[in-house]
């Protein structure tokens, strides 16, 4: 007896792939995720060097309203769009312009110690200096339904093995540290400031990182003493 050929079975399993995302391990606490989740997309957490999305041949870098004036302020989003710029297709969303102003109530106030025209003039950058195009949405459900068209239109998948740009020797030590599960850019600093190096952080005991980390410094120090 000749063996079915399953058409069904291969279109399944396209759709299937075509509904699976690349996420940024730090995306993990965002609301986005159970969003996207509840939308049938299957989500990778991997440890992403650029963008905090790679959707088939897009990748985005997505910031809260809050998130985005911070990163301007400490100039950090000035370097993840120069980063960002290795993709062809790329996008920034700025999410949760209906929980929060983006610029303050009045014209002439400020927000966040910066002038309304400031923010406008930046967003103006974004565009057309880095070539960047921005969504705007409402909040982290809208977010997820921008994902959710984008993995399912056409596109080739991206690869994930682009270098982050324009690192110090400080910068460098830091990434690193953001490697390590429950460790984010503040966290990382801290650290950094308090044992000067790596090697005394791996030195140090779960009690002196504990004042940093509280209970995520069990988590670090196993992953550090864990043999290969």
């Not at 400080?170 to 990382?188: M, T, V, Y």
């Amino acid at each position: 007896m000749k063996p079915i050929f399953d058409i069904f079975s291969k279109k399944k399993q396209k759709e299937e792939t075509a509904k699976k995302i690349v996420v940024d391990y730090r995306e993990k606490n965002s609301l986005v995720i159970s969003e996207i989740i509840s939308l049938g997309i299957e989500i990778e957490f991997r440890e992403l060097k650029v963008a905090d999305y790679i959707v088939k041949d897009v990748a985005i870098e997505r910031k809260t309203v809050s998130d985005f004036i911070s990163s301007m302020i400490n100039k950090r989003l000035v370097n993840q769009l120069e980063e960002l710029s290795q993709y062809k297709n790329r996008l920034l969303i700025i999410e949760g312009i209906y929980e929060q102003e983006l610029y303050s109530n009045r014209e002439e106030g400020e927000s966040k110690g910066i002038h309304p025209n400031s923010i406008r003039g930046f967003l103006l950058s974004i565009l057309l200096k880095y070539n960047v195009p921005i969504i705007f949405t409402h909040d982290s459900q809208d977010t997820a339904r921008f994902i959710s068209v984008l993995a399912k239109r056409e596109g080739k998948e991206l690869p994930l093995n682009v270098n982050k740009k324009n690192l110090d020797k400080k910068e460098r030590l830091q990434f690193i540290l953001e490697g390590f599960p429950g460790i984010g850019p503040k966290s990382a600093r801290k650290l950094l400031e308090k044992f000067k190096s790596l090697k005394n952080i791996a030195n140090a005991s779960e009690e002196e990182l504990k004042d940093i980390l509280g209970k995520k410094s069990e988590i670090v120090k196993k992953l550090l003493e864990e043999e290969y």
